[in-house]
């Protein structure tokens, strides 16, 4: 089958965040002398923000504590250099060209919040290629709960089941599984699970392998200019 509209994650599959956002948890919680490991930090991609802070306070456990790294941690991260902070992923600026120039119409559908997604996409230049964002802000519940994308194909104004859905986390996946949309998995931080892999269309290495399957994704359409 072709599909009709493309909805994209944005941490991890479009930008170039999760490993550092892990990586300043990591190193602020050892400042504060927690052992925080990547194995712990891991349970939180592609969860919403609100859950992904209930785990990382049990997991750092003492309040007080978790309230200083997380003040620290919003500050490093707010810090002005290197710009910009989140890179776009490789082959995200060619896909994203691509399916403007072949009429696609896309979104984003991200456990982030819709201003923090709309800035870091400007940051990149690319926040014009995409006619609808979704954040997780905007729904009651988190990936892999289906909402957000729910959201999304209907600002786009199109069926979810007639929109590929790119992600990197299980539970971005089972979440566009669960709105009907059909998922490409773009794994980033960790493999997928034999499961995400039986859901997915199919696994990429990066964006970059998706320009081949747009002609048989989103068939012959009217070109625009990208």
Not at 59 to 66: A, N, P, Q
Not at 113 to 135: E, K, P
Not at 160 to 177: K, N, P, R, W, Y
Request: hydrophobic share 50%; net charge negative; proline share 5%.
């Amino acid at each position: 089958m072709t599909f009709a509209a493309a909805i994209f994650d944005m941490d991890g599959l479009l930008v170039d965040s999760e490993r550092t956002i892990m990586n300043t948890w990591i190193d602020v919680a050892h400042a504060h002398g927690v052992a925080l490991s990547s194995a712990d930090y891991l349970q939180i991609v592609g969860r919403s923000y609100a859950e992904g802070q209930v785990i990382l306070a049990r997991l750092i456990g003492r309040e007080d504590t978790f309230r200083a790294v997380s003040a620290r941690v919003r500050e490093q991260l707010a810090a002005p250099l290197p710009h910009p902070k989140f890179p776009l992923k490789r082959g995200a600026h060619a896909l994203l060209a691509a399916l403007a120039q072949a009429g696609v119409p896309c979104a984003v559908a991200s456990s982030s919040a819709r201003d923090v997604i709309r800035a870091r996409l400007d940051a990149v230049g690319v926040l014009d290629r995409f006619a609808a964002i979704a954040g997780g802000d905007e729904v009651e519940r988190g990936k892999p709960d289906p909402a957000v994308y729910r959201l999304a194909a209907e600002r786009l104004g199109v069926p979810a089941s007639a929109c590929i859905a790119l992600e990197d986390s299980d539970f971005g996946a089972l979440a566009a599984v669960r709105a009907g949309a059909s998922v490409v998995t773009v794994p980033d931080l960790k493999a997928p699970t034999p499961d995400i892999v039986a859901l997915s269309l199919c696994v990429l290495d990066s964006l970059d392998d998706a320009l081949a399957h747009v002609p048989a994704w989103f068939g012959a359409r009217d070109a625009r200019t990208a």
